[in-house]
Nanobody, 121 residues
Framework: VQLQASGGGLVQAGGSLRLSCAASGLTFGSYDMGWYRQAPEKERELVASLSSTGIPYYAAFLKGRFTISRDNAKNTVYLQMNSLKPEDTAVYYC????????????????WGKGTLVTVSS
């Protein structure tokens, strides 16, 4: 199984980025997908998840700024990030799970390698 995340980069505060995660080696449509992030010296935290049935979940701190979506035909999950803030700076990781553990980092079946998002003030 491979999860290849892309789309990170440097952006000014208030800007937008769209992350993509292309999955291979798994039956994508049957997996819950998620985005986590980890800032320096902080624990990895859940940003958003999207179940195999299309039910989204967002961390409370996002306050509507991010949107998760998936294209099962392309085996890809996306994270549209708007109104970015310096505190959003982190490595963003794509995750896949099919045992109802997508919201728990310790339960995740598969992780991608991460893509760095840097938001300048």
């Amino acid at each position: 199984v491979q999860l290849q995340a892309s789309g990170g980069g440097l952006v000014q505060a208030g800007g937008s980025l769209r992350l993509s995660c292309a999955a291979s080696g798994l039956t994508f449509g049957s997996y819950d997908m998620g985005w986590y992030r980890q800032a320096p010296e902080k624990e990895r935290e859940l940003v958003a998840s999207l179940s195999s049935t299309g039910i989204p979940y967002y961390a409370a701190f996002l306050k509507g700024r991010f949107t998760i979506s998936r294209d099962n035909a392309k085996n890809t999950v996306y994270l549209q990030m708007n109104s970015l803030k310096p505190e959003d700076t982190a490595v963003y990781y794509c995750a896949a799970d099919n045992q109802s553990g997508i919201k728990y980092a310790s339960s995740i079946h598969y992780w991608g390698k991460g893509t760095l998002v840097t938001v300048s003030s």
